[in-house]
């Protein structure tokens, strides 16, 4: 599951909609990370264990603490620094961990997120973690609150294709001069479009009237009279999309020659040269 778009204000004063990653996505990476510790660190006692008769009880014990320290905050600190906000739980599911202003998580912030997870995640069994990002608008846990960083999902949600062109208005359509529509309107059109079987009849035909108005006012010619809001929206769309296609298709690619062509005529003639031809005098052929 992941969770709705949201907002994030970079240092540039440029605003980016992120998809927070949420309590049940964040639960099943966190169990993986946690079965990966674990696994690890049983593995590590284990081979001490096989070699404890050469070391005292003090020394041994001094080398289960600071394998327990990096098990618990060497592990997310080091795989998030190192991969700019994941792990291993993460990578499996898409996420990432950044800084509340967009940009990539530094080794501080992964310190910090390292720390408290050892205390609200393994000492207190994620109680506090569930917590608090229930009740966080963007599913902070206590360390995101800390290090001033957000989870998201880098994996986008499936964009619906774009809507059939109806037959009766593809003249029409084709006809259509588009540059006054921008792509806000053709957004809020699309999500329309791919939502209007779920809404209630009576909304759908109110959004659709207001919409397909505010796009016919951008778009010349006007529609056939007494064709329904939807099907304008429709045609308008997949028109788009079809001249968007038709345009990186044909888009012409530049040639060597072309490039040569332009190199000679931009290269400026040797000093040397010119000097001779003024001396010579202009050729004739």
């Not at 674990?38 to 014990?61: E, H, K, P, R």
């Not at 996420?95 to 310190?111: C, I, M, N, T």
């Not at 929206?233 to 072309?258: D, F, G, I, K, N």
Request: include cysteine; glycine fraction near 6%.
């Amino acid at each position: 599951m992941v969770g709705q778009q949201q907002p994030v204000v970079t240092g540039d004063a440029v605003v980016l909609d992120v998809q927070i990653a949420q309590l049940p996505v964040r639960a099943l990476s966190a169990l993986i990370d946690v079965t990966v510790v674990f696994v690890v660190y049983v593995l590590g006692v284990i081979l001490w264990a096989v070699t404890l008769s050469q070391f005292d009880g003090a020394f041994s014990g001094a080398v289960l603490i600071v394998f327990t320290v990096l098990a618990l905050v060497g592990y997310p600190t080091i795989f998030e620094t190192a991969t700019r906000g994941k792990t291993l739980g993460k990578m499996a599911l898409g996420l990432r961990v950044v800084s509340e202003d967009g940009s990539p998580e530094r080794f501080r912030q992964a310190l910090f997120r390292a720390l408290a997870g050892a205390i609200e995640l393994w000492m207190l069994t994620g109680g506090p973690a569930v917590l608090c990002s229930m009740l966080s608008q963007k599913g902070k846990r206590i360390g995101d609150i800390f290090a001033g960083t957000v989870v998201i999902s880098e994996r986008a949600p499936r964009q619906a294709p774009p809507p059939a062109m109806p037959p009766q208005l593809a003249w029409w359509a084709s006809t259509l001069q588009l540059s006054g529509l921008n792509p806000a309107q053709a957004e809020m059109a699309r999500q329309f479009l791919s939502r209007a079987r779920q809404l209630d009849p009576q909304v759908r035909d109110q959004m659709a009237y207001r919409i397909a108005t505010d796009v016919v006012a951008q778009i010349s010619p006007p529609p056939p009279p007494g064709t329904p809001p939807e099907m304008v929206l429709a045609a308008v769309l997949a028109e788009r999309h079809r001249r968007e296609l038709s345009r990186l298709q044909q888009a012409p690619a530049p040639t060597r020659h072309c490039a040569t062509s332009i190199c000679r005529r931009s290269t400026p003639s040797p000093p040397s040269a010119r000097r001779c031809a003024t001396r010579d005098g202009p050729s004739t052929s």
